[in-house]
């Protein structure tokens, strides 16, 4: 099955400084790359998503970018603040022959914490 | 407006007890899921249920048992609970099956404690 590995698992960075998390996948058949942020207390939130198809998505000050030859995918977090503190999650969905079987795979989590 | 709840919020109980988490969406979704998160942040996918239809599942152990009487209600539960199952538990509803790529959205979460 899908693996998922993501590195750091913690990262502190100066409020308005840059975050990057990076992530890496094995199955090549994966197509759909959504990042999720869970604040403390709440359920994981989708902030950015990336398909297959496309390389780079930019939202605001959040942007994730896909190298499929690498297999993997990266969340950038550009001009920090206190509230992008939460701990982030990348996943990964394989495309499977055998319709409604696909599912998410989670990485581990980055803790983020923005330091004022 | 809450758009998917779970009850209760926290469950303390026994080991070898049942007990039971309610969820319920009110997005219109097909597609419920049901996650598992350990101590460590790990979440993981136990249970996936498409217009009350099981559709994953996950090498989860027999003693948890999805019901879905609607398309609306994804309930779980547990029998003769163990100290592993200690963990926090997310529901989750998506418009259709993750392989469309559908955002999916996550409950509050039950945080059940097994002592």
């Known amino acids: 099955g899908e693996n998922v590995e993501q590195h750091p698992s913690t990262l502190s960075v100066q409020e308005g400084d840059s975050a990057v998390i990076k992530c890496t996948y094995s199955d090549s058949a994966s197509n759909y790359f959504p990042w999720y942020k869970q604040e403390l207390g709440k359920g994981p939130q989708l902030i950015i998503d990336?398909?297959?198809?496309?390389g780079e998505k930019k939202d605001q000050r959040i942007a994730v970018t896909l190298n499929k030859t690498a297999k993997h995918f990266s969340l950038h977090i550009t001009e920090t603040q206190p509230e992008d503190s939460a701990v982030y999650f990348c996943?990964?969905?394989?495309?499977?022959?055998?319709?409604?079987?696909?599912?998410?795979?989670f990485g581990t989590g980055t803790r983020l914490t923005i330091i004022p | 407006d809450t758009a998917v709840s779970q009850t209760p919020k926290y469950l303390v109980t026994q080991m070898g007890n049942d007990k039971s988490i309610k969820c319920e969406q009110n997005l219109g979704h097909d597609t419920m899921y049901w996650y598992k998160q350990d101590s460590k942040k790990f979440l993981k996918i136990m249970f996936s249920?498409?217009?009350?239809?099981?559709?994953i599942n996950e090498t989860v152990p027999n003693r948890f048992s999805p019901k879905s009487p609607d398309k609306a209600h994804l309930n779980l539960h547990i029998n003769s609970l163990e100290l592993g199952d200690s963990a926090v538990y997310f529901c989750?509803?998506?418009?259709?099956?993750?392989?469309?790529?559908?955002?999916?959205?996550f409950g509050p979460g039950t945080r059940l404690t097994v002592l």
């Open positions: 249920y498409n217009n009350k239809e099981l559709i």
């Open positions: 996943a990964a969905r394989v495309a499977l022959s055998n319709f409604g079987n696909e599912k998410l795979t």
């Open positions: 989750a509803s998506s418009r259709g099956t993750s392989g469309r790529g559908y955002e999916q959205f």
């Open positions: 990336i398909r297959s198809n496309v």
